[in-house]
């Protein structure tokens, strides 16, 4: 079974920084693609950033020119770099990833969440 562990939330001012970590941890699996979804207040749930295992990266057009999505294959690692932080920002960030486990069977695992807070 994989488990997913996220970090890096907290509070920041409009205009800072925060990264965002996740570890996928199990045996016998594969990654297909790890992202970020966040859900802000009285909102739904969106897709942030997704990189693929060819290295394409997909993003939503608000984050755009302010976050990078990377990962380090080696440690089933997934980051979210958010610069620019914004109060619209503000949100549950979710790390997502999906994938096959040796038997061939597909997963869908998902975190617990990580709390984002863009206040001044």
């Known amino acids: 079974q994989v488990q997913l562990v996220e970090s890096g939330g907290g509070l920041v001012q409009p205009g800072g920084s925060l990264r965002l970590s996740c570890v996928a941890s199990?045996?016998?699996?594969?990654?297909?693609?790890m992202g970020w979804y966040r859900q802000g207040p009285g909102k739904e749930r969106e897709l942030v950033a997704r990189?693929?295992?060819?290295?394409?990266?997909n993003f939503v057009d608000s984050v755009k020119g302010r976050f990078t999505i990377s990962r380090d294959n080696a440690k089933n690692t997934v980051y979210l770099q958010m610069n620019s932080l914004q109060p619209e920002d503000t949100a549950v960030y979710y790390c997502?990833?999906?994938?096959?486990?040796?038997?061939?069977?597909?997963?869908?695992?998902w975190g617990q969440g990580t709390l984002v807070t863009v206040s001044s």
């Open positions: 199990g045996s016998s699996f594969s990654i297909a693609a």
């Open positions: 997502n990833v999906q994938g096959r486990y040796g038997t061939g069977q597909g997963f869908d695992a």
């Open positions: 990189i693929f295992s060819s290295g394409s990266t």
